[in-house]
């Protein structure tokens, strides 16, 4: 199976990661902001390159689930690193309030049903995670979820947990490789960044008075976040803590951690066998010879 990269984002696999601890802003030394995007402009290069020996090897896909607080900057991010990609070789799927159809399931289906294909990068803005981080949140979510057993706020997370730990690695024993990116953002920055959709015409639809609302729940949600990351980042379907307050850093190391996942694999382009090379030279020669 896919062994994760290493970075001084990689959230540990022995439950010991503390978002207290976890930066929220690059280090002193990191490039500038035009230096950033010289280098992510060559690394969105080499991720189309990457995606297109992933599709014509046609053995694994990549699922990349973006989760953050509001205005930490996943769509922005998700459209800087994935611009070069080719549209057919690549699928953005965003989840927002479960519809009734959604809520007769449970609660994996409706992302399953959007897992990429084989030698494809699928992107989930935001994912099955919501259902351990803003249900955790605001537990009244649950009594619309049509659950068969009384539930029992001491064990449901836990066997959520362990639903999405059972989930993921059936998902990459069958080939999909999972990148998992928290965007962390901090609370001062989040308040400069909704002050700036009020005061921006141009940005005003991105403002929703509920996002504000939400702040209430700040230390709520960190709590969430560190307990869910500690219980499913793994090996074969890691977490990445990014720190989300400088977004050209931010993008540039999404961007690294893609990249470097894909060359681990070692794909190449399939090698064309004998027998059928020699039906190459042969429709060679039928091109050549052909008359207008």
Partial sequence: MFEAIRSPYLVPFDSSFKYKNAPTIPPKDVLNKKECKERLDELIEEIDELQRILYAHDHQALLLIFQAMDAAGKDSTIRAVLSGVNPAGCQVFSFKQPT????????????????????????????????????????????????????????????????????????????????????NVSKEEQKQRFLARIEEPEKNWKFAAGDVQERKFWNDYMQAYQETLNATSRPWAPWYAIPADNKPYMRLTVAEIISKSLRSLKLKYPKVDAAEKAKFKEMQELLQNEKE
């Fill in 100 to 183: 009734p159809e959604e809520l007769d399931h449970d609660f994996l289906w409706r992302t399953t049903r959007c897992l990429p294909e084989r030698g494809r990068i699928g992107v989930f803005n935001r994912s099955y995670y919501e259902e351990v981080l803003v249900v955790r949140v605001h537990p009244e979510y649950l009594h619309n979820q049509k659950l068969p057993d009384k539930i029992d706020p001491e064990t449901i997370w836990k066997k959520r947990f362990k639903s999405i730990r059972c989930y993921e690695k059936h998902l990459a024993l069958n080939g999909t490789i999972i990148l998992k990116f928290w965007l």
